[in-house]
């Protein structure tokens, strides 16, 4: 067979699959946004009513708004702690030694742990009687030795919060040591003999150079906050009230709780079109290092 | 202080510094062992010395919470996901690195953007499909939509692996006589193996803590490990020692799995971004 063929006929599996499984719903779905799409009520799936789906979520849905807001005030603290942590890390780690290997090696754990573990765990460590963090918070803060925090709507925002960047500084930290190790060192090294301090070689060599590295994790780590469900439904299942409820979350209370798919597609249509930002400025990096 | 103090002092925070942000990494991870060896009673305070226990272990797997069947779904859902994915995914991955195709950057595109979306879209569809076909809460079903957040990653790994190989051996094969499917068989395989066995691991610990999909489409047959978390909850509350035991059942091997594969794990996560 001639390469010319036998070229597109190697993909044509992986695109099947990929069409059929990421392509196809995401059509059906927009598809669904348009119709009334009640799971309880035979025949709605294919009842159109127009663009009425996403102006009840603009016009008439505050809890709409609440997970638009709970998401955006989530994704923009998790991927600001989690880069700046990470990125206090990986200097520490960047000198290498013993402690650094061993670090490395521990740093993997958290991506095998299933995120709704990740969930789970710390719903434990913030347990009011015997959770291990509350307890170190109640001592290091004595106001909050009593409070329970996940009954707190703002303590409830907290702790999803720290399960979140509890979970990503062990990727963003590797990512960015392989960052920290691609500076050139005479650069550092010039800069420091003519008598820099250390901040100004961070900020005018290191930072520079690790520029590209830092963007393509903000941006992977955006995605992710913005998608997050799993930690949010063990951990506080959007609660208390709606106070941590994301828009995944939202989503899946609506369509599958309330069996509103026509409704919930509309939303998640909503969420995949930042998502379409993101990746065009994901697949830029990917391609120029091609 | 002198120089040479300060210059201790110095090594001293910053090991120090390191040693800290370790423990807070492990602290959640120890708790959850710490737990699953404890008593019911025990675990309901907060005690680091406690005579250990593996009643937790012999309960979760007896009724009504039977771990087994969930281990038996998870193992098989996860395996079979990645044994479907990882050929596919290399004569895809083969294709788009050795040959300049007409849109490839788009299907590439494409194929790295299915990544991203949210699994809740994707999810909406199938449950309706799967519930007209009879596909809810089996792990056929299961095995389809995983294939959809396992796919990209195993593509843009495994064409990472094989942009790696150089083509002399392959041309001289060809100028030998060898068609192209013998190449691939008989030179391209054998030296990407490593690679698909890290991506074929990659994708089974994704496919394997995926929560999601399981969730939606899953209730009683078909449930995995980590939906079977939440069986532990009892009237007065979580059953934390029964919840931990789980824990260290559905986290201990995916930590020696993760460990076999750590070098490639940034690579992979970034399909591609960052090497």
């Known amino acids: 067979m001639r390469d010319n063929t036998l070229k597109y006929l190697l993909v044509l599996p992986a695109v099947v699959v990929v069409f059929a499984t990421a392509i196809w719903p995401l059509i059906e779905a927009a598809r669904l946004s348009f119709t009334v799409g009640r799971l309880n009520r035979p025949g709605s799936l294919e009842q159109y009513l127009g663009w009425e789906n996403y102006t009840w979520a603009f016009l008439e849905e505050p809890a709409f708004w609440n997970s638009v807001w709970v998401t955006a005030v989530y994704t923009i603290l998790t991927v600001g702690l989690t880069t700046i942590m990470a990125l206090g890390l990986a200097l520490l780690l960047a000198p290498g030694g013993r402690l650094r290997s061993s670090a490395q090696t521990l740093l993997i754990l958290p991506f ?94 290191t930072l520079p150079q690790l520029g590209p590295v830092l963007a393509v994790v903000i941006i992977l780590k955006s995605i992710f906050s913005l998608k997050t469900f799993d930690q949010v439904f063990m951990l506080t299942n959007g609660g208390p009230g709606t106070a941590t409820q994301t828009l995944s979350h939202y989503i899946y209370f609506n369509g599958m709780k309330y069996g509103q798919i026509g409704y919930s597609a509309a939303v998640a249509w909503l969420m995949v079109i930042p998502m379409i930002f993101l990746t065009y400025a994901y697949a830029k990096f990917v391609f120029r290092k091609n | 202080m002198t120089g040479r103090q300060r210059k201790q002092f110095w090594r001293a925070v910053h090991a120090a510094l390191i040693l800290v942000a370790m423990f807070v990494m492990l602290v959640p991870i120890v708790w959850i062992f710490l737990a699953a060896f404890k008593t019911h009673v025990d675990v309901y305070q907060l005690k680091l010395f406690f005579t250990p226990t593996l009643e937790n272990f012999g309960i979760v797997f007896d009724d009504p919470y039977r771990l087994g069947q969930k281990l038996f779904n998870s193992t098989i859902v996860a395996l079979v996901t990645v044994v479907i994915a990882i050929p596919i995914a290399t004569l895809a991955a083969y294709s788009f690195s050795r040959f300049s195709m007409r849109g490839e950057t788009m299907m590439l595109v494409i ?85 698909l066995l890290t991506s074929g691991i990659f994708c089974f610990i994704i496919a394997w803590n995926e929560f999601l999909f399981a969730l939606i489409l899953t209730n009683k047959e078909a449930v995995t490990l980590p939906i079977g978390l939440a069986l532990f909850k009892g009237e007065e509350g979580d059953l934390w020692n029964l919840l931990s035991a789980a824990g260290i059942i559905i986290m201990a091997p995916m930590f020696v799995l993760a460990l076999m594969i750590r070098k490639y794990f940034v690579q992979g996560m970034t399909m591609g971004a960052v090497r």
């Open chain 1, 112 to 205: 095998a742990m299933s995120p709704a573990l990740i969930g789970v765990s710390f719903r434990f460590m913030f347990n009011p009687e015997f959770g291990l963090f509350d307890a170190f918070f109640g001592v290091l803060i004595p106001p909050l030795a009593d409070v329970s925090w996940l009954a707190d709507p703002n303590l409830a925002f907290a702790v999803v919060v720290m399960a979140d960047v509890w979970g990503w500084i062990p990727f963003l930290t590797l990512v960015l040591i392989g960052g920290l190790a691609s500076v050139p060192r005479d650069t550092v090294e010039a800069a420091q003999v003519d008598g820099a301090s250390g901040w100004r070689v961070f900020r005018d060599i």
């Open chain 2, 111 to 195: 194929i790295l953007a299915t990544q991203f979306v949210p699994a809740v879209v994707i999810i909406l569809p199938f449950f309706v499909m799967f519930r007209d076909i009879g596909l809810l809460d089996t792990r056929v079903g299961l095995i389809l939509v995983n294939l959809a957040i396992v796919m990209p990653f195993a593509i843009w790994m495994i064409k990472g692996f094989i942009d790696g190989i150089p083509m002399d051996t392959e041309e001289a094969a060809m100028v030998d006589g060898s068609s192209r499917l013998q190449v691939i068989r008989n030179i391209v395989l054998p030296m990407a193996a490593p690679g």
